[in-house]
């Protein structure tokens, strides 16, 4: 049994110390906004937040998240209001098939709290999810809009 902490929810899930956290918060808690994509920590669509560092979920125990503060795209939003990466991203037309853009958000949400007005350099680094729409363009226009918020 592993306790976790899911959206300011206190969270018991029953499975293995080594399940990856991305199948416990979609197989145990039926979160489905964090997506599997590769299973290997490299495209990004499953990425959430721990302890407010953007991190990819199929790459982290249950164990290693255990007692740690878990946000998922579903917990960006405060009080009904979308967080201004989720604004943005409506505003500037970024999802096309929309499959990785829950952890792109997350990815760019933890970008600009710590880096609230990131360069295009700042950006190319940070943020290295992937997009198979090439939706790349939108991404970067929208990451500006919301540091411009």
Known sequence: MANLNINGKAISVDVEDDTPLLWAIRENVGLTGTKYGCGIAQCGACTVH????????????????????ITTIEGL???GMLHKVQQAWIANDVPQCGYCQSGMIMAVAALLKENPKPSDDDINEAITNICRCGTFQQVREAIHAAANA
């Open 50 to 69: 721990i302890d407010g560092v953007a991190m990819r979920s199929c790459g982290v125990t249950v164990n290693e998240a255990a007692g740690k503060q």
């Open 77 to 79: 939003a405060v009080n």
